[in-house]
């Protein structure tokens, strides 16, 4: 699929900047993160080709046996395509807002029309399955947002388990409260960062989060490393010495601002 579309014009950007990826960049890519984003230069389209429904710190996806294996299937273009069925499908979308702290309302509107078209919702079935992915929280807050924002009646049960959770609660009241991106005060990172943490209730599904968020390489460490890299290693000290310097900064900032007080009054 790479390959068909490179043929078509596209070529792996490394960042949402739209910086090329060389040869190199482009397979550390393919081996630390889960989809590559691709763009054409007669186009600002980003295409985003996965090759895992999840980055490796969200442990809440099926495998791709277990996808399979339970998948339904969908019309489209007159081909009948696998999809995932209803109960991963919802599950998924959840995983997904979560993933990104609900900063568009797009994604809990395809929460919604999920709801909207399955009619007949085995709750007991679906929350079955939410356990064995470990994406309990995410369920909750999912349907907690559709009851509240867009007045879905799906998941009356689940909605009802969320209101007794106050973390779920706190996050979508903030969510409800922070509609407008341009009102927020913290970067993207930060607000996705804070919400996968919270989906990642559970101590195991927290030290698992915690560990590849230090650990697996970021998208911004490929680009301090522009010249052929074939050392893997290589990238997992960069971005040890990434998170170092960012954390000087923050801890530095005080006295910075301090010091530049002080020259104003003076």
């Known amino acids: 699929a790479l390959e068909v579309l490179k043929g078509?014009?596209?070529?792996?950007?490394?960042?949402?900047?739209?910086?090329?990826?060389?040869?190199?960049?482009?397979?550390?890519?393919?081996?630390?993160?889960?989809?590559?984003?691709?763009?054409?230069?007669?186009?600002?389209?980003?295409?985003?080709?996965?090759?895992?429904m999840l980055p490796r710190k969200l442990p809440m996806a099926p495998s791709a046996e277990e996808a399979?294996?339970?998948?339904?299937?969908?019309?489209i273009g007159g081909q009948e395509v696998n999809v995932l069925n209803p109960e991963e499908n919802l599950i998924f979308l959840c995983v997904h807002g979560g993933k990104h702290g609900w900063s568009r309302l797009e994604w809990l509107v395809a929460v919604v029309e999920t709801l909207r078209r399955w009619k007949e919702i085995d709750e007991t079935k679906l929350?079955?399955?939410?356990?064995?992915?470990?994406?309990?929280?995410?369920?909750?807050?999912?349907?907690?947002?559709?009851?509240?924002?867009?007045?879905?009646?799906?998941?009356?049960?689940?909605?009802?388990?969320?209101?007794s959770m106050p973390v779920a609660v706190e996050l979508a009241d903030e969510v409800a409260a922070n509609l407008d991106w341009d009102q927020r005060k913290e970067s993207e990172g930060e607000l996705e960062a804070r919400f996968q943490k919270a989906l990642c209730h559970r101590w195991s599904t927290r030290l698992h989060w915690a560990?590849?968020?230090?650990?697996?390489?970021?998208?911004?460490?490929?680009?301090?490393?522009p010249w052929s890299f074939s050392w893997s290693f290589g990238y997992y000290l960069v971005r040890q010495v990434r998170l170092l310097v960012r954390q000087l900064r923050r801890l530095l900032k005080p006295v910075f601002l301090l010091f530049h007080r002080k020259e104003e009054k003076d």
């Open 8 to 52: 078509s014009g596209y070529y792996v950007v490394i960042e949402s900047s739209g910086i090329r990826a060389n040869a190199e960049q482009e397979r550390a890519v393919g081996r630390f993160h889960y989809n590559y984003n691709l763009r054409r230069d007669d186009s600002e389209i980003t295409v985003e080709l996965h090759t895992r």
């Open 68 to 75: 399979i294996a339970g998948a339904s299937s969908c019309l």
């Open 127 to 163: 929350w079955d399955l939410a356990v064995r992915r470990r994406a309990e929280m995410a369920l909750l807050l999912g349907a907690l947002l559709a009851r509240r924002l867009l007045d879905c009646p799906g998941l009356p049960e689940i909605a009802q388990r969320a209101e």
């Open 211 to 225: 560990f590849f968020s230090r650990v697996q390489p970021g998208r911004g460490d490929f680009r301090w490393l």
